[in-house]
């Protein structure tokens, strides 16, 4: 059985930087693309970026791009999520989840960032 379980998240003061880690256990890991979604209270789950298998090809949301960069180590099972220049507005719970667009299909429980301003 897969799991997924973030680790990372905190209180940070608006500028600051966090980086998020998603440890996989379970399945074969490298051959999945990963993500990083977010929710914030009272609003949906966003995509907040995803990475290839490989790591080779990645993607951002508009509001992080050049933020937050998304990253993986096959050999760790782990994928990053290094968030710098953070702002009030990047509060949210952030969840992993392995799969492709559409095509989801296991999520860790979530870590909690709160940037204060």
């Known amino acids: 059985q897969v799991q997924l379980v973030e680790s990372g998240g905190g209180l940070v003061q608006a500028g600051g930087s966090l980086r998020l880690s998603c440890a996989a256990s379970?399945?074969?890991?490298?051959?999945?693309?990963m993500n990083w979604f977010r929710q914030a209270p009272g609003k949906e789950r966003e995509f907040v970026a995803t990475?290839?298998?490989?790591?080779?090809?990645?993607r951002y949301a508009d509001s992080v791009k050049g933020r937050f960069t998304i990253s993986r180590d096959n050999a760790k099972n782990t994928v990053y999520l290094q968030m710098n220049s953070l702002k009030p507005e990047d509060t949210a719970v952030y969840y992993c989840?392995?799969?492709?667009?559409?095509?989801?299909?296991?999520w860790g429980q979530g870590t909690q960032v709160t940037v204060s301003s």
């Open positions: 379970g399945g074969t890991f490298s051959n999945y693309g």
């Open positions: 989840a392995r799969g492709v667009t559409g095509a989801y299909d296991y």
């Open positions: 990475i290839n298998w490989s790591g080779g090809t990645t």
